[in-house]
């Protein structure tokens, strides 16, 4: 059998390769491998190897007041704060298309994804400021839910904008020659295409969103908790299996939402190969 390309590449060099990248992958797993397996001890306390097998600290997290709760404000925090991030990530990326400088497009898109590589501590700080000036926000999640959301806006437009880049650049012009104005050709020609991208962009700012712990430490309300907050309070006043049982339902709740999302994409390519295959044979 002939070696692939990529094989006659690489030559012998593929071996350590490999060991290295499987070697990389354990000690990427390794550690949540852990955290799963103390979830499941019988004792009060993290241990490893588990003693016992029980479920007890899983029906605790969920049957605690303060843990869903904490949930629930993730929860909402993370769906408004995805919508405001869908919104202004696929309008930034749709207006950078219409600007006839290349300059101009340079400096845009390097301002919408500068935020990606602001320490969040600087940013939160910088919005508490604003909160201690701002009382009104003091006392709702107003603020952490629109930082939360413009932490995730750059996810949102590199996406979108990946999808505007693969579009054909002759749909708009040909739709303006039909008589449509620039709202019909957002909505018929533009949105129909970024949707995948879209829907993508949402599934990263979601999860952004929701495991972001910087911005709630700073600017959550008195007496209210996100979830990665509480895990946050759980560490430091008590290691209990509760905080490993959270910890794997979060990152579950992680893998079922990316796997869920990767499904959906690739029935959504299949689907699209088997229209091009039928009507390349019409």
């Avoid at 306390?45 to 904490?70: H, K």
């Avoid at 590199?158 to 020659?177: F, I, K, N």
């Amino acid at each position: 059998m002939t070696d692939s390309p990529l094989r006659r590449s690489i030559g012998w060099y593929r071996i350590p390769i490999l060991i290295v990248a499987v070697l990389t992958c354990l000690l990427f797993y390794l550690p949540f491998l852990v955290v799963v397996a103390t979830s499941w001890t019988g004792t009060s306390y993290i241990i490893f190897p588990p003693e016992g097998f029980s479920l007890q600290s899983y029906i605790g997290v969920l049957g605690d007041v303060e843990w869903m709760d904490a949930f629930k404000i993730s929860l909402r925090v993370a769906g408004i704060g995805t919508v405001i991030a869908v919104l202004l990530g696929t309008l930034g990326a749709l207006a950078l298309t219409r600007l006839r400088s290349r300059a101009a497009r340079r400096w845009i898109r390097t301002l919408f994804i500068v935020p990606m590589a602001i320490p969040p501590v600087a940013y939160a700080v910088g919005l508490y400021s604003v909160s201690l000036r701002a009382t009104a926000l003091q006392d709702n999640l107003g603020l952490l839910i629109l930082g939360e959301a413009l932490l995730a806006v750059p996810y949102v437009f590199v996406m979108v904008s990946s999808g505007l880049s693969q579009a054909d650049p002759a749909l708009r012009p040909v739709a303006s020659t039909l008589g449509a104005g620039w709202p019909m050709i957002v909505w018929r020609v533009d949105l129909p295409m970024i949707a995948g991208h879209m829907l993508a962009g949402a599934v990263f700012a979601f999860a952004v969103i929701f495991d972001e712990v910087v911005l709630s430490v700073f600017l959550t309300p008195v007496g209210v908790k996100t979830l990665p907050l509480q895990m946050l309070t759980a560490s430091q006043e008590e290691l209990s299996p509760q905080l490993t049982a959270a910890s794997t339902l979060v990152s579950m709740a992680a893998v079922l939402l990316l796997g869920g999302y990767s499904l959906f994409s690739s029935r959504r390519a299949a689907r699209a190969r088997r229209l091009s295959r039928k009507a390349a044979t019409v």
